[in-house]
């Protein structure tokens, strides 16, 4: 595989023949910074395992945590999947902020462990999501 954008550039101009004019279009005109190879590599499921997806109050979600193949079409559903959890698990830290008379004020350690529970009931579908990934990814 070329490495240096101008040979990327040239290999896919080469093998143009079915592309619509547009896409050729763009191909001519693009920005060689721009172009790189990367491989596509499937990370081994049992990972997320023993990750950790959380410093202090940052946590990730969506393909930060579990990159989905194309050929599944479950990206964009995991990643709404995590929104929903994640949203629930902060509403309920904040009801009882509210109930404490503190209106919407959470603590850092309110949040922390609300990101917790969100990675703790994520994990067990984030794993059999990437398995299957993995799995099919390898056929």
Not at 102 to 127: C, F, I, P, Q, T
Request: net charge positive.
């Amino acid at each position: 595989m070329p490495k240096d954008p101008a040979s990327i550039k040239q290999m896919i101009l080469d093998m143009k023949s079915g592309f619509s004019e547009d896409a050729v279009d763009m191909i001519e005109n693009s920005d060689l910074t721009s172009l790189s190879f990367t491989r596509m590599r499937y990370r081994a499921p049992w990972s997320l395992l023993s990750g950790k997806f959380r410093r202090q109050n940052v946590t990730v979600a969506g393909d930060a945590w579990h990159v989905m193949g194309p050929f599944l079409g479950q990206g964009g559903s995991a990643a709404l999947e995590d929104a929903v959890v994640l949203a629930r698990c902060l509403s309920k830290k904040i009801s009882n902020a509210d109930l404490n008379g503190r209106r919407m004020d959470l603590s850092g350690h309110e949040y922390v462990e609300a990101l917790d529970e969100y990675l703790m009931e994520r994990k067990r579908r984030v794993v059999l999501l990437s398995t299957q990934t993995y799995l099919r990814g390898k056929e």
